[in-house]
């Protein structure tokens, strides 16, 4: 949504939901995208355009919390967030704010407003916790970091991926644009589509019969870095709500064995209706107790390609969900890495000789990625690292990324994904 938007449409009673959603969202440790749906299903009064308004400004606090915060003097609270937000962010005038500022706010709004970005430290600067530049300074360049910090402090756009089994791209884009959707042809996926803007989409023709889910492009790459065949058995395991599920049974045609594993029945539960529009019959969802549970066990050595999209710190997906730089810390990601490592080496002991492991995280970091990498070939020496690039090149699909795929959103206009691709020997 412009700045002319948000200033032609920000009522007060508009800032009001901003202001109670904002609290809530600064007080829980749920995900703020489960929060904001949640408060939006009690607030149906708000229509389609406003709801967006709302939650693309209390996002923008999220994003650049630390910086608005440093410009609040001293009075941390949610509504002098949002005025941060609105006056020194969306560039609203202390006149355009004049029904929502009191007169001690429209002094301090004034002093906000004329603070200069070179004040602040850069940690404060780039809005991110201190551990955290800290990580960001070791791996990158500081040019790349302001870099990398932009992008992923920009609302990321709206991405959809076609079902071959349904229809082609470019009879998608036709319908869209009939339908005024405007859209075009993602840069690297084969059967990506990037919306310019971010409609409402439940309803439409093309996601109610399965022609389209929302995935984002990098999300799309994983499928194509597993590369799964008709007939082969495959397994998904960590499936979540089966996002890449469904892109891995459409590449085998609906042929072969899937198996969709998670330890969460909610998230399989998830996967059914959307199994159920993709037209999908290979596709075998199965909890698990953990990544020990017998019936991993039992498919030991059986499977010719194993996707591991691991849980992980999620740091590559702030421009989604941009309170988890302020939710993770050292010590959760710590944790992760060992639930990381025990994961990969539970997934691998399915594979076949000459089988196909994919380990990937939407992480920013190294200790998530080649660290794990890394640790699990030399405990298995029957494993080989293989070229993401050359794999990617072979299906037409050009990313100039070298042996792991490493994709950045100011690079790739994608999520940041890191994978490594292993086989078998």
Not at 74 to 85: I, P, Q
Not at 291 to 313: H, M, N, Q, T
Request: charged letters at 25%.
């Amino acid at each position: 949504m412009t700045t002319t938007t948000v200033r032609a449409c920000f009522t007060t009673a508009l800032f009001r939901h901003a202001e109670v959603l904002l609290s809530e969202l600064l007080r829980t440790i749920l995900p703020a995208d489960a929060v904001v749906s949640r408060y939006f299903r009690e607030h149906r009064e708000l229509g389609h355009s406003e709801r967006g308004l709302v939650a693309e400004t209390v996002f923008a606090v999220l994003r650049r919390k630390r910086s608005l915060a440093a410009r609040c003097a001293g009075e941390v609270s949610s509504r002098r967030l949002l005025l941060a937000a609105l006056g020194c962010l969306q560039g609203m005038s202390r006149r355009q704010l004049a029904p929502l500022l009191s007169e001690s706010e429209s002094r301090w709004l004034a002093h906000a407003k004329a603070m200069r970005s070179e004040e602040l430290s850069p940690a404060v600067r780039l809005d991110l916790p201190d551990w955290l530049y800290a990580e960001f300074m070791a791996q990158y360049a500081a040019d790349e970091i302001e870099m990398l910090v932009a992008a992923l402090n920009q609302p990321a756009p709206l991405d959809l991926r076609v079902n071959p089994l349904r229809r082609e791209r470019q009879d998608v884009l036709g319908q869209l644009l009939a339908d005024g959707l405007a859209g075009v042809p993602c840069p690297y996926s084969p059967l990506g589509i990037r919306l310019l803007g971010k409609p409402a989409l439940a309803q439409h023709p093309l996601f109610v019969d399965g022609s389209v889910e929302v995935q984002d492009e990098g999300s799309q790459i994983l499928g194509f870095l597993l590369q799964p065949k008709r007939g082969e058995m495959v397994a998904d395991f960590c499936a979540g709500a089966g996002g890449k599920t469904l892109l891995l049974g459409a590449l085998m045609r609906s042929q072969g064995r899937l198996y969709a594993f998670d330890v969460a029945e909610r998230r399989l539960a998830r996967l059914k209706p959307r199994l159920a529009r993709s037209g999908l019959s290979n596709v075998h969802p199965v909890r698990i107790e953990s990544e020990r549970d017998v019936k991993i066990r039992r498919l030991a050595g059986k499977l010719d390609r194993v996707l591991v999209d691991a849980p992980c710190s999620g740091l590559g997906t702030l421009r989604r969900n941009p309170d988890l730089k302020w939710r993770q810390t050292p010590a959760s990601v710590s944790e992760l890495c060992a639930k990381q490592a025990a994961i990969l080496a539970a997934a691998a002991s399915l594979l076949k000789p000459g089988g196909r492991l994919v380990y990937a995280t939407c992480s920013l970091l190294e200790t998530e990625n080649e660290t794990v990498v890394e640790s699990f070939l030399a405990q298995h020496p029957e494993f080989v690292s293989c070229s993401a690039q050359e794999i990617l090149a072979r299906q037409g699909i050009v990313i100039d990324t070298g042996e792991r795929l490493r994709l950045l959103p100011h690079r790739h206009a994608t999520d940041a994904f890191y994978a490594a691709v292993m086989e078998r020997k």
